[in-house]
């Protein structure tokens, strides 16, 4: 069965720190892999997804995320962290089916 | 021009109550899903409808009924309310693609409160 670990359950850092949030997946075929931001009270949007090709996305507001098949890992980063980049981030990854399987999520603190 | 669209944004109803939330999506896509995210943030698939089929039923109990009367549209009927029940649902749709799978757009969530 597919299952996604997201390592870091809660990040803190200052502003204009370096962010690195780490994703695993375990899926032996074929797998579409996606970050999604929930900001306080908000819905998920999707910051990236990576379907096939170049393993290094490029998301909005300055996120990008490197596919690792060797490793099944999807990390996601951003060079320089902004006080509105607060809120919790959730790793997924489809499969063969329709069924986003997500790992439970990284609460991301970020202090002027 | 929502995309994604959820009503009630809020509900608060005592146990044993029938609930109904409401989904509909103006993007022209085929698939729709109700999620339920729990008081710890995990976010888990419960259903999902692809041209009013269902496709997807995972492990829910009875007491909670999806229907799709249209391609725009995916209620949840919950019946028997329990405690246990209270979460944040999410609607989301996508499109199926020539890859058999597409971005899902996800709506803004509709707290649920049982007393």
């Known amino acids: 069965a597919q299952s996604v670990s997201q390592h870091n359950h809660h990040v803190i850092l200052s502003e204009a720190a370096s962010l690195e949030l780490g994703c695993n997946y375990s899926?032996?075929?074929?797998?579409?892999l996606f970050w999604y931001v929930q900001y306080p009270g908000q819905h998920l949007q999707l910051l990236l997804k990576y379907f096939s090709g170049d393993p290094l996305v490029k998301g909005i507001k300055g996120f990008e995320a490197e596919f690792i098949k060797s490793k099944f890992s999807f990390n996601l980063r951003k060079p320089s962290v902004q006080w509105s980049d607060t809120a919790e981030y959730f790793c997924a990854v489809t499969g063969n089916t329709d069924k986003l399987i997500f790992g439970t999520g990284t609460r991301l603190q970020v202090f002027p | 021009d929502t995309a994604v669209s959820q009503t009630p944004k809020y509900l608060v109803t005592q146990m044993g109550n029938d609930k109904s939330i409401k989904c509909e999506q103006n993007l022209g896509h085929d698939t729709m899903y109700w999620y339920k995210q729990d008081s710890k943030k995990f976010l888990k698939i419960m259903f999902s409808y692809n041209n009013k089929e269902l496709i997807i039923n995972e492990t829910v109990p009875n007491r909670f009924s999806p229907k799709s009367p249209d391609k725009a549209h995916l209620n949840l009927h919950i019946n028997s309310l329990e405690l246990g029940d209270s979460a944040v649902y999410f609607c989301?749709?996508?499109?199926?693609?020539?890859?058999?799978?597409?971005?899902?757009?996800f709506g803004p969530g509709t707290r649920l409160t049982v007393l």
């Open positions: 989301a749709s996508s499109h199926r693609g020539g890859t058999g799978y597409n971005e899902q757009f």
């Open positions: 899926y032996g075929g074929t797998v579409n």
